[in-house]
């Protein structure tokens, strides 16, 4: 246990639930921070709310949840709406990327997060980026998200620690991190309450949870939580 605060990126998805849990386990206070961008993401956004509450019920741990900070990003939604081409549309969609992805956004709510924390007197990040499974995103990369550190601590005078606990599992190991870190429990949120499908659906009910089962975001998380199971 440590006894500096952490700030988590958390958007409501099942990675960074996984990551507040684990930023819970590891610091004294832990602050999260969200960013609103998009139509797609108000599903998420209401999630995480309801993910919140109920991390604080999660024993001891849930009790260092501190405030929460949403920032309204509205200059995102402005790439993802008007600088799509139709060429680019396509490509995107045959690479299985949602259209809405913006290039680089990671180093954006990394480096917005890294101001809030200043003002909050927080040095350490938490994010849920990953490389194994995400190799279409080159903002999730090891390399690029320690050299953002380099970078941030730089501009801020102040060494900033960018903490990725998921970077090098798949989705089966965060499946099986979170049963480490808070059992069934935990297990229980992040099924029937973290959001991750694209599509924003919330109507279909599958053994991993919510969503239309077919998007890219829907066949990782299926795909890990039956690896997982078969593994236990
Ligand atoms: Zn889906």
Redesign the pocket.
Known sequence: MSETAALVLFSGGQDSTVCLAWALAHYRRVETIGFKYGQRHAVELAQRQIVREKMTALGDNGKRLGPDTVLDLPALQSISDTALTRETEITFAATGLPTTFVPGRNLLFLTYAAALAYRRGITTLVGGMCETDFSGYPDCRNETIQTLAQAISLGLAEPIVIETPLMFIDKAGTWEMADKLGGDELVKIIIEDTHT???G?RTNRHDWGY?????P??ELRAKGWHEWRART
């Open positions: 499908c694209y599509m659906d969503g239309c089962g077919i998007c975001a829907c």
